[in-house]
């Protein structure tokens, strides 16, 4: 082997173990972004069952209230029925940002909670 076949050969090799930890890199940065988007996807989940629950509650404590009562529960269900449709949207923002395009079961699964008189 002349000593430029050996100079090609070893430019060769530290290509190939730069490209080797450029993939590996990307790779892991692929897969750091993946896992955010995956946590971020179930924390706006868990935020909407939380708002969820808050304008069940306030519905329940609508339901049982007296009437010198009544007008305040149904400002509060009102404020957190407009709570719970925000961060629906939110939910349906990050579905779309993650590629799930279709709401059909996200609508089953998160209805539009009812206005209340």
Do not use: N
Not at 1 to 13: F, G, H, R
Not at 24 to 50: C, D, N, P, T, Y
Not at 74 to 95: I, K, P
Not at 105 to 112: C, L, R, S, V
Request: hydrophobic letters at 40%; proline letters at 4%; charged letters at 35%.
């Amino acid at each position: 082997m002349t000593d430029s076949e050996s100079e090609q050969l070893a430019a060769v090799e530290r290509f190939t173990k730069l490209r080797g930890g450029a993939e590996g890199l990307h790779r892991s940065i692929q897969a750091e972004l993946a896992k955010e988007r995956a946590e971020s996807f179930a924390r706006a989940v868990a935020k909407v069952e939380r708002a969820y629950r808050t304008v069940a509650e306030a519905a329940a404590a609508l339901d049982v209230s007296p009437p010198d009562e009544r007008a305040a529960r149904l400002a509060r269900y009102d404020e957190q029925r407009s709570e719970a449709l925000r961060v629906r949207w939110e939910l349906v923002v990050h579905r779309e940002a993650v590629g799930l395009y279709q709401q059909e079961d996200f609508d089953q699964e998160w209805p539009i909670p009812p206005r209340r008189q």
